[in-house]
Structures are given as C-alpha cells and as structure tokens.
C-alpha cells in the first residue's frame, strides 16, 4: 500500500556531494525502518545503509561509511541519504526501502529508484 518515491539524483564531479530524499504515501514513514541500497550496471543490489524508526540507529555499508549519512526530518516524512566525497565507484541507481518494525535486508517496500553517476 505504502509508495516510496526517490528525488535528487543527478550528475556529480568526483569530490562533490548530492543529497536524495525518499517520501512515502499511503502510510507514515515513522512505521518502518528506513534504508537505501543501490545497483551498478551489470552488479548485483548492494546495502548502502539503514535508519531505525526513531532515528537512533544507523548502520552503513564498508565502501560507503564516513561518507554517507542516512537521516529522518522531525516530522518523520522524509527520509535523507547525504552523500559526501563522492567517488565514480557510487555511480549506481539508488533505492529506498521500507521494513515494518524492525530493519530487513528484505524490505517490505522498494522505491522506483534514482540515478546517481559521479564523473572523474
């Protein structure tokens, strides 16, 4: 029922930052546990990091970490991934995902994704 949309892809230089955010409808995003995971051409879906339904806890991928910050707005309606130092090893589609109670490395909901290509 629930609809995760993501925004805020686009084309980067190595070094800079994006910001993407994942709205839901249909149902409050402070029911789940959020995450993002992101998929290269020809690549396998890979983790990059998730966020409690409090906002407490966060848990990110090796390859990423220290880079990127997950986040949830006060109002609990947006759910951030802040992506600092960008390297052309991040080009990937990015998708939001959604665990009812606790986090799942097989969400209950997925995003349509957004495209991230970071240039040398």
């Known amino acids: 029922q629930v609809q995760l949309v993501e925004s805020g892809g686009g084309l980067v230089q190595a070094g800079g930052s994006l910001r993407l955010s994942c709205a839901a409808s249909?149902?409050?995003?402070?029911?789940?546990?959020m995450g993002w995971f992101r998929q290269a051409p020809g690549k396998e879906r890979e983790f990059v990091g998730r966020?409690?339904?409090?906002?407490?806890?966060?848990a990110y991928a090796d390859s990423v970490r220290g880079r990127f910050t997950i986040s949830r707005d006060n109002a609990e309606t947006t759910v951030y991934l802040q992506m600092n130092s960008l390297k052309p090893e991040d080009t990937a589609v990015y998708y939001c995902?959604?665990?009812?109670?606790?986090?799942?490395?097989?969400?209950?909901?997925w995003g349509q994704g957004t495209q991230v290509t970071v240039s040398s």
């Open positions: 995902a959604a665990s009812r109670i606790t986090w799942s490395q097989k969400p209950d909901y």
């Open positions: 249909g149902r409050a995003l402070s029911d789940y546990a």
């Open positions: 966020i409690n339904r409090s906002g407490y806890s966060t």
